[in-house]
């Protein structure tokens, strides 16, 4: 997100530049119609990572307390990179699939909707 200085000249050193997190990217993982959840995660993440890891072991340990998270059919989720659709190739590394520095990807689960259809 890009932010604008209200005083003219100033400057101020970036903490949040993928240099400062040794050697990691941050990834922002959002679960549509699981407000159980309310905000996406943002996880560091090395950008090599393939992404079939992030959605068979990755995705899955950030939400073991919800029930849906056992049902999840995996090759019927629908996945958005930056609010736009898109169909990941399980075998490239995140960085190939197009997930930089402080992208964001959020998925969807047809017939899963939260705790009993409730959107939590």
């Given at each position: ?94 960085t190939d ?24």
């Amino acid at each position: 997100m890009s932010v604008v200085a209200l005083k003219p000249g100033y400057t101020g050193e970036m903490k949040d530049r993928v240099e400062n997190f040794h050697g990691k990217q941050l990834l922002y993982i959002g679960w549509e119609d699981h407000l159980m959840y309310c905000a996406p995660m943002c996880i560091p993440i090395d950008g090599s990572t393939p992404f079939g890891a992030l959605s068979a072991a990755v995705i899955p340990s950030l939400y073991p307390a919800h029930p849906d998270t056992a049902k999840i059919d995996w090759n019927a989720v629908i996945w958005m990179r930056s609010g736009v659709p898109f169909t990941p190739d399980p075998a490239k590394s995140l960085t190939d699939n197009g997930l930089g520095h402080k992208a964001v990807l959020r998925f969807r689960t047809p017939g899963l909707t939260g705790l009993k259809g409730s959107c939590s």
